[in-house]
């Protein structure tokens, strides 16, 4: 379901409701939204926020359900602060475990994930989650108010200004929308209320995100089906959130892998290729050649 029926306040037993609803094989992206499966508390608590350099190193990884199954098998991978990289990849070739790995939903086998200096496995799982904003393709929204399910991405809802509220609604290009509705940013979605197209859902997913003011997103673009004007909000959102930040996304779209710093190509558990697009596009043959020629790019300006 898209929506969940609950309050804010009732998340910890709907943690516990969700772990046991997750089996094998569902979508990593419905979890990212809210906590890591492994309840971790304690590590270091940096003093400075981070700049947002991200490093996989020799990472080898297998699901705990599947450890004969090597996902990867030694995945090495630079981010620099403020710069996006498009992970593209066959289906299945791990592209959403590279963003589960990121948050610490699970840990490598061996190899290390760093966050500027730091060893995220040694972070203060809060602090780290504090600095990652995620933007699903279907995000999941509480059945509770609009106001509600933007301000879940803060550490304390009761401390957020109004101003900065209403400012990262406008950048969202949710701003537009609710004051259409009756009862403006209290209006009640799911089951309870209104539903929310596929577009809007992912403004106020964004909005969601960019509240916590994130060093770094973690975007999995969308897929389906939105109607041009609709299309065309989202992604203007999206652009603004990704100014300044360090970005990890799942490429659909022929814009986003043109537009980014670089391309990793993900195949049989590594990074097989990366550079830019044009790089990419000048090897005389390779998997990126490959998927550009099967696989039918969004194309949006
Ligand atoms: P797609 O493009 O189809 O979304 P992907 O590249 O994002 O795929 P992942 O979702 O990361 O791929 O999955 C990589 C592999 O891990 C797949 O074979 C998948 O079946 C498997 N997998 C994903 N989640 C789990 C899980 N929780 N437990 C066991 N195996 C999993």
Redesign the pocket.
Known sequence: AAYIGISIGGLSSFYSELNKSIG???R?WEIMDREAEIPLKGGIIPLEAPKGKIVFQNVVFS?P??ED?K?FHNLNLEIEPGKMVAVV??????????AALLLRLYDPITGAIYLDDYEIDKLDPVWLKKFIGTVSQEPVLFSTSIRDNILYGTDDPSKTPEEKFLQVSKEANVHEFVQNLPQGYDTLVGERGIMLSGGQKQRVAIARALIKDPKILLLDEATSALDAHSEHLVQEALERVMKGRTVLT?AHRLSTIQNADTIAV?KNGEIVEKGTYQELLNLSKGVFKELMKHQTFKVTQ
Do not use: D, E, N, V
Request: glycine content about 20%; cysteine-free; proline content about 5%.
């Open positions: 094998a094989g569902s990593i699901y359900s599947r199954i996902i990849g066959p289906s299945g070739s791990g592209k959403s475990t590279l799942i993900l």
